[in-house]
């Protein structure tokens, strides 16, 4: 006999025997719509998505490349983006020029015409991206009887050049210092003292195998207390403006950029030499920019560039004597028989050589816009080509230069004034 369950217990198995088969069923067609979507999806071509780094402007990538190859691989042949970096700073440094005033009857005479915040302006530079921060003031402490133009003092302070900062560079901030080249009669002496002295910049390590010139080591460490314009040497003024952007700045990546024209490019080489030497650039990269630069030290300051990271690209056309000068004999060329170098001069750096000269206007052979001029059209190389061309016609006036300019540095019993007045008269006679 079969047994029963209760009514009560029979409807609770039915609803959830109901419960399950629709818990089933469920089950099934969630199954069902899962392998459908798998398979769809299958059947969708894969597409693999990389996320590419950020692009980085190609002026990043080529400072890069120089702070790491020094320029050896950009100038032979000169990279566009390489030579669109020196047209700009030599732009930069021909803005001395531009803004010096040379009217003995301004208040102004031999300083700059402009205010800090107008001077680029002034020379129509206002988009290049830079602001001038502080103007840098030099003084030869030379003792010969002089006069200058408007009867002032021969030790007075003249303005030499200016510290800009850039606004924005590629994700990186810029500080320039750019030299204006020799103008005044002292300055002219001060080129002359070539005579090779200890730099000594580390008091606490004075290496004094490095040696400089004494003329520009001069004009780089003496100061005139006297003037009403800039405050201690111009040494002073430039490692303690360096060092304030470098603080104002420290959060960002930075880089320092030193140029200058002639003796202003000397001045950049002993600029960019101190920071290093001194190690207050914290790591950021220290350039140098020389046009138409002569040589500032023995081969022992040379060297000691070399090892501390000072990067330094000498623009230099080969028609012009000013690269030439110091140690037109007595120079990295030069094999001494008895050993050493520590009393021969040496340019520093990588040479990018232009070639141009003309036989109506010898003077352009070291004219910082000549160099530019030529450097804008370096594509199409014409410049070079007509500079080519005029040099045959042009060789009995540079054989004589050179001539006279290596007699000059021969003559080891000549007193420095001896020197500096021949080889003044030659400068004079080509007004450069």
């Known amino acids: 006999m079969a047994s029963r369950l209760p009514a009560s217990s029979s ?80 732009e930069l440094v021909a803005a001395c020029y531009k803004a010096f005033d040379l009217d003995p009857s301004s208040d102004r005479y031999l300083n700059c015409k402009y205010g800090k915040k107008n001077m680029l302006r002034g020379v129509g530079m206002q988009d290049a991206g830079y602001e001038v921060t502080k103007y840098v003031y030099a003084t030869p402490d030379i003792s010969l009887p002089i006069p200058t133009q408007n009867g002032g003092s ?110 202003g490019s000397a001045l950049a080489l002993l600029l960019g030499y101190d920071i290093a030497e001194l190690g207050l650039n914290r790591g950021a990269p220290v350039m140098v920019y020389s046009y138409g630069g002569p040589r500032v030290g023995n081969a022992g300051f040379k060297q000691r560039c070399e090892e501390i990271g000072v990067k330094v690209l000498r623009v230099a056309n080969v028609n012009d004597p000013v690269t030439k000068l110091p140690g037109v004999i007595f120079n990295e060329n030069f094999r001494n028989p008895m ?23 010898p003077v352009c052979v070291h004219d910082l816009d000549a160099y530019i001029r030529l450097l804008k059209c370096h594509p199409k190389n014409g410049a070079a080509v007509q500079a080519k061309r005029n040099r045959d016609a042009a060789g009995d006036i540079a054989r004589k230069a050179r001539e006279l300019l290596s007699s000059v540095q021969v003559a080891e019993a000549w007193t420095w004034q001896d020197t500096a007045m021949q080889l003044g008269n030659w400068m004079q006679l080509l007004n450069i």
């Open 11 to 90: 409807c609770a198995a039915i609803t959830e025997c109901r419960r399950a088969r629709v818990s089933a069923a469920a089950a099934a067609a969630q199954s069902i719509m899962t392998a459908e979507l798998a398979a769809s999806v299958a059947s969708v071509p894969r597409i693999s998505v990389q996320h590419a780094p950020a692009p980085v402007p190609a002026k990043a990538n080529m400072r890069k490349e120089m702070e790491e190859d020094n320029w050896e691989a950009l100038v032979a042949p000169l990279h566009p983006v390489l030579r669109d970096e020196i047209v700009r700073y030599g």
């Open 339 to 361: 050993g050493g170098g520590l009393s021969s001069y040496a340019h520093v750096g990588v040479e990018l050589a232009l070639d141009f000269f003309k036989v109506q206007d």
């Open 154 to 263: 021969t030790c007075c302070s003249r303005w030499i050049g200016y510290v800009a900062v850039s606004s924005s560079d590629v994700g990186r901030r810029d500080i320039v210092v750019s030299f204006r080249g020799t103008v005044t009669s002292t300055e002219w002496i001060a080129n002359l003292m070539n005579s090779l002295e200890a730099a000594r910049f580390d008091p606490h390590d004075p290496r004094p195998d490095v040696k400089v010139a004494s003329g520009f080591l001069n004009l780089y460490t003496s100061g005139d207390s006297s003037t009403k314009f800039g405050s201690g040497s111009c040494r002073e003024q430039l490692l303690a403006e360096v060092s304030r952007l470098l603080h104002k700045y420290k959060g960002e990546e930075v880089s320092i950029t030193l140029a200058g024209h002639s003796m």
